[in-house]
């Protein structure tokens, strides 16, 4: 813990780690396959897939699933179930508050089901590896933001097919997740 604690620091300076897709890589890629939704809609899925990267869900083994990857001690098969899990429950929410009129919640929730969708394609997380900092801080640098990241927007776009699947898995698991029956 103290290890990944002084590499988080030399990392980042004074700010903790950002160990997801790059920022930007995560924006352009709701930008990219949701470019014909609304402003603010665009805005909300932007907001609830970094609700799922929020400081306080980065080193937790428990929910390596919502960023497709897994803990020491689980199967793939245990961490695409959960996955799948939380992406059902975030398009349910989805639906359910678009039901009830509340659309910024609606793109907000869409945006956390699509969060597990844009990391399954990141070359760091692709076949739920594992995730655990505790073991191996070393991992941390591939990371989202990290200045030898494997998952920065550069690195994306450098890499067309990834790119091409990732919009297109975006697309089909909102189409499909907004068409579940209720």
């Not at 290890?3 to 980042?12: D, G, K, R």
């Not at 709701?30 to 609304?38: G, K, L, N, Q």
């Not at 793109?107 to 990141?122: A, K, N």
């Not at 997380?125 to 073991?135: A, R, S």
Request: glycine share 4%.
């Amino acid at each position: 813990m103290i290890a990944t604690m002084i590499l988080m620091m030399m990392v980042s300076g004074s700010q903790a780690a950002d160990l997801r897709w790059g920022t930007n890589a995560h924006e352009f890629l709701m930008d990219e396959a949701f470019s014909y939704e609304s402003p603010a809609c665009l805005e909300q899925l932007k907001k609830g897939s970094a609700d799922v990267d929020a400081f306080e869900h980065q080193f937790s083994l428990e929910l390596s699933y919502q960023h497709a990857m897994r803990a020491p001690y689980q199967s793939v098969e245990t961490a695409r179930t959960k996955m799948l899990a939380f992406i059902a429950q975030a398009y349910k929410d989805a639906r359910e508050a678009l039901a009830r009129g509340d659309a910024d919640t609606s793109c907000f929730q869409r945006g956390r089901g699509l969060h597990p969708i844009q990391d399954s394609t990141s070359p760091v997380h692709e076949g739920f590896q594992v995730w655990d900092p505790y073991l191996n801080p070393l991992q941390i640098l591939d990371h989202g933001d990290q200045p030898f990241s494997k998952e920065t927007l550069e690195a994306l776009r450098a890499d067309p097919p990834r790119l091409q699947r990732t919009i297109d898995l975006m697309r089909e698991t909102d189409t499909a997740g907004m068409l579940a029956p209720h």
